[in-house]
């Protein structure tokens, strides 16, 4: 089991920067991707980018490209998220997730952290 804890969130003006952390516990040995959904206030949750835990490849929801940058320390078990310009609707409840084999799902997941974005 894999225990994921997010920070970093907070309140911030639009065109601002922001970066939340997800550090990870217990099995991490058996981490396969790291990835980053966000949940808007009466929306689904939705896909914002994920990492090989043990290689370099990312891959980002279109939208969010060339805004938002993920990355890791595999050292000390954390993924973080840098948000760029943001706007307003990019408030959310941020969450991390993993999968631990291929083609699996994201069996654990963070209780979120709010970012808020104010116009």
């Known amino acids: 089991q894999v225990q994921l804890v997010e920070s970093g969130g907070g309140l911030v003006q639009a065109g601002g920067s922001l970066r939340v952390s997800c550090v990870a516990s217990?099995?991490?040995?058996?981490?396969?991707?790291m990835g980053w959904f966000r949940q808007a206030p009466g929306k689904e949750r939705e896909f914002v980018a994920s990492?090989?835990?043990?290689?370099?490849?990312?891959y980002y929801t279109d939208s969010l490209k060339g805004r938002f940058t993920i990355s890791k320390d595999n050292a000390n078990n954390t993924v973080y998220l840098q948000m760029n310009s943001l706007k307003p609707e990019d408030t959310a409840v941020y969450s991390c997730?993993?999968?631990?084999?291929?083609?699996?799902?994201?069996?654990?997941w963070g209780q979120g952290t709010q970012v808020t974005v104010s116009s």
């Open positions: 997730a993993c999968t631990v084999q291929s083609g699996g799902g994201w069996t654990s």
């Open positions: 217990g099995r991490t040995a058996s981490i396969y991707i």
């Open positions: 990492i090989r835990w043990s290689g370099r490849s990312t």
